[in-house]
């Protein structure tokens, strides 16, 4: 941990995915998620995974026909995996970088186990970020753990009255609650969030 940054920098990350410690990985695009973007008809919009991992959900994206998808992830070994990945993918563009220092502007911020990696403290700082992100009445849609855990993180927990302080300020909260077709490990332990920028 960087002092300076106050949250886990690119070397702690990066060697998680050189030593294959990717335990959030899950396989394939969260239910939730996926079932959400096949009810949204414009496909030209731009859309933001950070802390994407092996980006399961831009897969999914893709097969649904959206051809505007940034990956953010500050691991080089995780983007060098992706590059590869979708290296025939015009659709996809892959960045390696601090999400902290991206810029960028989107109407979608995908939300999968990328918030709980952060320390408390620095949640308010993603949720400012994201707003600066995001077109006006633009989303954060996905997924943020609805429990506590025994271990010391990451990933770090929380509960939506934690949440709901954090996000007030920048958004709307539009859905908070919790997800219905959470994988099976996840199952109640997970709330659906859709937050619209204000």
């Known amino acids: 941990m960087q002092e300076n940054l106050n949250y886990l920098d690119k070397t702690f990350w990066n ?9 959030w990985d899950i396989g394939y695009a969260a239910p939730a998620i996926s079932n959400y973007f096949s009810q949204v008809d414009n496909k030209n919009a731009a ?5 994407c991992g092996n980006a399961y ?16 992830d500050i691991a080089p070994k995780a983007v060098e995996i992706l590059q590869q990945k979708f290296i025939n ?27 709980c990696t952060f320390y408390p ?3 308010k ?27 010391n993180g990451p990933p770090f927990g929380g509960s939506e009255l934690e949440y709901k302080k954090i996000f007030e300020t920048e958004f709307i909260l539009k859905t908070m609650s919790i997800c219905t077709n959470s994988i099976s ?12 920028k204000k």
Do not use: M
């Open 125 to 151: 700082k993603y949720a400012a970020k994201a707003a600066s992100l995001l077109n006006k009445n633009s989303k954060i849609i996905g997924l943020l753990f609805n429990k506590e855990f025994e271990n």
């Open 185 to 196: 490990p996840r199952h109640g332990s997970e709330l659906f969030i859709t937050l619209i």
């Open 121 to 123: 403290e620095v949640r």
């Open 15 to 23: 060697n998680r995915w050189l030593n294959n410690q990717t335990g």
């Open 57 to 72: 959900e831009a897969e999914d994206l893709v097969k649904k026909g959206f051809n505007n998808i940034t990956l953010v």
């Open 47 to 51: 859309i933001l995974i950070p802390g």
């Open 89 to 115: 993918t015009p659709q996809v563009k892959v960045i390696c970088t601090d999400f902290f220092e991206h810029d960028g502007r989107y109407d979608y911020i995908v939300e999968q186990t990328f918030f």
